[in-house]
């Protein structure tokens, strides 16, 4: 596949993602980086990859309207030939007309088990400091398609892991992120080898 990735911080998963296909796990291209910040942690992974990177922060083009926006960034997708989009840490909403058009090919991970602890606000040590406070005993990760709506698109994959009694945010994040740095390119692998089916609105690994 041709992938894009949507990122908006340090982007590890993203640099996850390329090990997996610089050590020949994957056999997808990445053909492109969007971000909303051209000086984030990602923009320098993909300038350093050689990678084209697009910069669409809403504030760059403020005279557009949201569909001429929207047409500038399926513009950019089909230019660079995406079949398929993986977002990184993307910290705002894939327009309704991306989402449209890659129905079923966008995919997020959420550092949490969704539905709990998802939605507006619920990104990074966040998810962790309200799962620590909640005092639940299982956190983990989730892989699902993305929609119009934050973190409620169908499920796709997840994987726990125990919350311990000791457990602080931070302890709890270098533990979900060990987990997303595996999980998140074994789900691509899935996709590549045509093995996620979709049944009632249910998504199936084979």
């Given at each position: 596949m041709n992938i894009s990735v949507f990122a908006s911080g340090n982007g590890t998963n993203f640099k996850a993602i390329l090990d997996s296909i610089d050590k020949g796990y994957l056999s997808s291209k990445i053909t492109a980086l969007f971000t909303d910040r051209a000086d984030c942690g990602a923009a320098e992974t993909a300038r350093g990859k050689k990678i084209k990177c697009f910069l669409i922060s809403r504030k760059e083009f403020p005279t557009l309207t949201r569909k001429e926006f929207s047409g500038k960034i399926l513009s950019a997708l089909k230019e660079t030939e995406t079949d398929f989009i993986i977002l990184s840490g993307f910290?705002?909403?894939?327009?309704?007309?991306?989402?449209?058009?890659?129905?079923?090919?966008?995919?997020?991970?959420?550092?949490?088990?969704?539905?709990?602890?998802?939605?507006?606000?619920?990104?990074?040590?966040?998810?962790?400091?309200?799962?620590?406070?909640?005092?639940?005993?299982?956190?983990?990760?989730?892989?699902?398609?993305?929609?119009?709506?934050?973190?409620?698109?169908?499920?796709?994959?997840?994987?726990?892991?125990?919350?311990?009694?000791d457990e602080d945010e931070y302890t709890l994040q270098k533990k979900i992120k060990a987990l997303e740095h595996k999980y998140y390119s074994f789900v691509i692998k899935k996709f590549e080898d045509g093995k996620v089916e979709i049944r009632n609105g249910k998504v199936f690994i084979n």
């Open positions: 910290m705002n909403l894939i327009p309704d007309e991306v989402i449209q058009e890659f129905r079923y090919r966008i995919i997020n991970i959420h550092p949490a088990l969704l539905p709990s602890f998802g939605g507006k606000g619920m990104y990074g040590i966040n998810v962790h400091k309200a799962v620590i406070s909640s005092g639940v005993k299982v956190s983990g990760i989730t892989i699902h398609f993305a929609d119009k709506n934050y973190d409620e698109g169908s499920i796709i994959f997840q994987k726990c892991c125990d919350v311990e009694s």
